[in-house]
Nanobody, 125 residues
């Protein structure tokens, strides 16, 4: 069955870094664009970053541009999110998601086919 398993979350001080990983199984990973989303308490889930199936295209939310970097390793069926210069407002549960490859990479929550269970990221001030 399809599985997306996130890891790497935790507690970090403001200005610190974390690297999230998402291991995929049960589908053809290299045929899917992969996204990261996050959801803070009391807020809707929001787009963070996406990488195309080949790794050749990426897109970021304005709030994380220049601080976060998304990458993937199709040989390992894994997508990563390197998060630097973390801020308290980055605190959220972070989810990875898969969207069967399209001409344009997408950022809408409802457009993704598969989701992981999430990993908590807490940034203290």
């Amino acid at each position: 069955q399809v599985q997306l398993v996130e890891s790497g979350g935790g507690l970090v001080q403001a200005g610190g870094s974390l690297r999230l990983s998402c291991a995929a199984s049960g589908f053809t990973f290299s045929s899917y664009d992969m996204g990261w989303f996050r959801q803070a308490p009391g807020k809707e889930r929001e787009f963070v970053a996406v990488i195309s199936w080949s790794g050749g295209r990426t897109r970021y939310a304005d709030s994380v541009k220049g601080r976060f970097n998304i990458s993937r390793d199709n040989a390992k069926n894994t997508v990563y999110l390197q998060m630097n210069s973390l801020k308290p407002e980055d605190t959220a549960v972070y989810y990875c998601a898969a969207d069967f490859r399209k001409t344009l990479i997408r950022v809408g929550v409802s457009e993704y086919d598969y989701w992981g269970q999430g990993t908590q990221v807490t940034v203290s001030s």
